[in-house]
């Protein structure tokens, strides 16, 4: 059974830091590329970041580019997230998501972390 | 990027009911079209890949269609468990682009 289970989240102010962990079992991790999606409450889904299984390609969204940095480690089989420069607008649920291989297709999804700035 | 517009954003359906959600990408994007389900606390859930491919394990009461720029997400029957959010996104280009949703009540 695959599963992704994020940790990490929590309450920070404006200009502070944040790493978000997923830690993945069920499935062969490093022959997958994953991602990070956001939710911001009761607003729709956001693509944050990806990478591939060899770390060799990352992606970020323009909202987020500069400020968070997408790792793997696939001999934790555990993803990454490191935000910094954290802004009002980066509250949301925080889901570490598994690509299907077939073009940021995303089939697994963790139950999310919520992540909430504020001062 | 690309834009994806879902019509209609809400709608509201019966038991039994045909429903049909359509989502138009603002460029060509072949079939890089997926299907996700959201229901309140919960993570989506992949419904539908590559425009018309059925993830496994999901009834099928769900079909979509459509290639290009113009795609449908089809319910043939609606069951009590399908009241949802639905969100198509593309994935033919990065950053993979969501609509932003339909709500189904």
Known sequence: ?119 | DIQMTQSPSSLSASVGDRVTITCRASQYISSYLNWYQQKPGKAPRLLIYAASSLQSGVPSRFSGSGSGSDFTLTISSLQPEDFATYYCQQSYSTPGTFGQGAKLE
């Not at chain 1, 962990?21 to 994953?34: E, V, W």
């Not at chain 1, 509250?91 to 992540?115: E, R, S």
């Open chain 1, 1 to 119: 059974e695959v599963q992704l289970v994020e940790s990490g989240g929590g309450l920070v102010q404006p200009g502070g830091s944040l790493r978000l962990s997923c830690a993945t079992s069920g499935f062969t991790f490093d022959d997958y590329p994953m991602h990070w999606v956001r939710q911001a409450p009761g607003k729709g889904l956001e693509w944050v970041s990806g990478i591939n299984w060899n770390s060799a390609r990352i992606d970020y969204a323009d909202s987020v580019k500069g400020r968070f940095t997408i790792s793997r480690d696939n001999a934790k089989n555990s993803l990454y997230l490191q935000m910094n420069s954290l802004r009002i607008e980066d509250t949301a649920l925080y889901y570490c998501v598994k690509d299907y291989a077939v073009a940021a297709t995303f089939d697994y999804w963790g139950q999310g972390t919520l992540v909430t700035v504020s001062s």
